[in-house]
């Protein structure tokens, strides 16, 4: 059949018209590949080629209130192979093994893995040197990646506050895990090309994308301070071998942590190699315990806001005994203290005395400004697994448990928690949330990211309350049971304790925590100062004559490091054998020496200069010294 060339025509119309639109869905199919989908599609293409060396972020340092290291980093390089790269795998395998200390079999089966990229455990965090000599040996598909690892200069020093970090550099206890995620930084990587085959492609340069190094973390902690407290602890856990000593400074109007320790201790560089109960408890926030007299501050104070008392006025007698509710409740001075004043009673630590104060408060008052001060519940310090503590349930209350509250028995409370408690009753009576993370640093800019301001939780007691327990609390320590906390030219206040450990539901015998809260000058405190030992071993535990030097020591030295003047006049001390009396200097400026001699003053003499009259003299006029003691006299020409 003839076909007309009209039909003809239409038909190569009809073909010419489908040709132009197939090439024209080509032609724009093509065009979105290359201009809209190229850059995805090479990227795709450039990953698949791509190997990762990963490049580990410097984890950020933590350092003290002044910038002093107390966790930094050291470079510590890590093996990588790219197994298809790997020509003589039995060759690089031995050369491998006999470097980073493994079987030549098990460095075989790492190299010849079916993966991208493989990391040799073995070859984690190595030495500069094993690297060195890896890298000297040319070996194809192996290569350095930059690694670090956590460093704690000071070996154990702060172990408990700062933790450590795990193999991975990831913060696994203290502050470390507190602030890992502003620790850690992100990971950057050298990025190299590879064929099919895992050959490397010279032709591409390789890309380098830079770690971002963690944030710089500036502790409230003075290291002048925490090396005293550090000293303190290492001689009392020789002397005494305890169970165990808590220790904290802290700044009592802004609740900074100045310094915190305790025993036993660790070195977080090995904490594999101690007992997971020793590096997980950091005791200062962790433990609780009965507080015993230390705890009598948080009575005082209640009972002086709320009127109860005249201390200087007021007396109490003590016959050794009270009788509450059908029990009899023991002074620690077998025959008691016989009749005395209240301001005695702080002195004596007197049990009797505080529950005439308690039962004068009530239960309802008592509770109400124990809860006021903190206890009961977590102060919020930024530390992991503080303790709450425990104390009566109202409805449980009777006579006796208001009776034994009022002198710090039958409670539970944490160290962290006296210390703010006490810190509020002396400062003025405000009461701070504690804590120990002062900034977060951009390490390269050197800008401050986040800061932590004091936290002002409450107002317990007013001004004049809190400069009468400073006055009773001075007294205490010049006059009282906490005599061997005294510093001389410094006017140091603080309170005993020496509490008897419970165990299902009994008291133990011969088992002791006992305290001393301190603080410094009485008049404007600066620094607060905590310890407790955990059954000293081989002496009568009592917190006067354990607790109360350490803090003493702490207070001499840690006054001189934060630069507190001392101060001429303080309360004299009470003088107990075998203690020398302390006598004022006179003003020796001016004397003749033959006036020098008629003096009647029982001192040693160290004179320098020429000439007969003083001309200057150290100590200077005022101080207080130890009779015997000796000073120095500059003589020149008088006038």
Request: proline share 5%; net charge positive; charged share 25%.
């Amino acid at each position: 059949m003839r076909v007309s060339n009209v039909t003809v025509r239409k038909r190569l119309l009809i073909a010419l018209i489908t040709g132009i639109l197939i090439f024209l869905i080509i032609d724009v199919r093509l065009g979105y590949v290359q201009f809209y989908l190229g850059d995805m599609l090479t990227a795709r293409a450039k990953d698949s080629w791509s190997r990762n060396i990963p490049f580990e972020p410097e984890r950020g340092q933590i350092v003290d209130r002044n910038g002093v290291p107390l966790a930094t980093n050291i470079s510590a390089p890590t093996v990588w192979v790219v197994p298809r790269q790997v020509k003589d795998p039995s060759m690089t395998a031995e050369k491998l093994a006999s470097i980073l200390n493994m079987s030549k079999e098990k460095a075989y089966r790492e190299i010849t893995q079916k993966e991208r990229i493989v990391r040799i455990k073995e070859g984690r965090k190595i030495s500069h040197d094993k690297a060195k000599e890896i890298r000297a040996l040319g070996l194809d598909g192996v290569y350095i990646g930059e690694d670090s690892k956590r460093h704690y200069p000071n070996g154990s020093y702060l172990s408990h506050v700062l933790g450590f970090a795990g193999v991975d550099n990831q913060g696994l206890m203290g502050l470390e895990k507190y602030y890992d995620k502003e620790l850690s930084g992100e990971r950057g990587s050298v990025k190299f090309y590879a064929n099919a085959k895992g050959e490397r492609m010279n032709d591409m340069a390789d890309d380098y994308e830079h770690p971002i190094n963690g944030l710089d973390l500036k502790l409230t902690i003075d290291s002048k301070i925490q090396t005293i407290v550090e000293r303190e602890l290492d001689i009392a856990e020789a002397k005494y071998n305890p169970n165990g000593i808590i220790a904290i400074a802290m700044n009592p109007n802004n609740g900074e942590i100045l310094a915190m320790s305790s025993r036993p201790t660790f070195d977080p560089a090995k904490f594999q190699s101690v007992p997971q109960e020793v590096y997980n408890r950091n005791l200062p926030v962790w433990m609780t315990y009965e507080p015993g007299s230390t705890f009598k501050i948080i009575t005082l104070a209640a009972a002086l806001e709320e009127g109860k008392v005249n201390l200087e006025k007021e007396h109490f007698h003590d016959s050794g005994s009270v009788q509450v509710a059908g029990a009899r409740l023991k002074c620690w001075k077998r025959g008691g203290h016989g009749d005395q004043s209240f301001l005695e009673v702080v002195q004596n630590s007197c049990n009797p005395g505080f529950v005439e104060l308690g039962e004068r408060l009530g239960k309802e008052k008592l509770f109400k400004y124990i809860k006021d001060f903190g206890f009961g519940q977590k102060t919020g310090i930024d530390l992991q697994g503080e303790g709450t503590g425990i104390l009566f349930n109202m409805d449980r209350v009777g006579p006796v448990e208001l009776a034994t509250t009022a002198f710090g028995q039958g409670v539970s409370v944490t160290p962290i928690q006296q210390v703010s408690a006490v810190a509020a009753a002396v400062n003025g009576g405000t009461l701070y949330q504690p804590f120990i993370a002062k900034e977060l640093i951009d390490p390269l800019t050197k800008e401050v990211v986040m800061r932590n301001t004091p936290v002002e939780k409450r107002k317990v007691i007013s001004e004049k309350t809190s400069k009468e327990i400073r006055h009773a609390l001075e007294s205490v320590v010049a006059q009282g049971t906490g005599g061997n906390a005294f510093v001389d030219s410094y006017r140091v206040g603080g309170k005993t304790g020496t509490a008897q450990k419970a165990k299902g539901g009994r008291y133990l015998e011969n088992d002791f925590i006992v305290s001393f809260i301190g603080f410094a000058p009485a008049d404007d405190p600066q620094i607060i100062v905590y310890v407790a030992v955990d059954n000293p071993k081989g002496v009568r535990a009592f917190g006067g004559t354990i607790s109360a030097p350490i803090v003493g020591n702490i207070m001499k030295d840690g006054l001189n490091a934060m630069e507190v003047k001392p101060r001429k006049e303080q309360i004299d001390k009470k003088i107990k054998w075998p203690d020398t009396p302390l006598i004022k200097l006179p003003d020796f400026v001016g004397l003749s020496k033959n006036e020098l001699q008629q003096q009647l003053v029982n001192l040693r003499i160290d004179a320098s200069g020429e000439g007969d009259v003083v001309v200057s003299q150290s100590p200077e006029a005022g101080t207080k010294v130890k009779e015997g003691s000796k000073i120095r006299l500059y003589f020149g020409k008088g006038d």
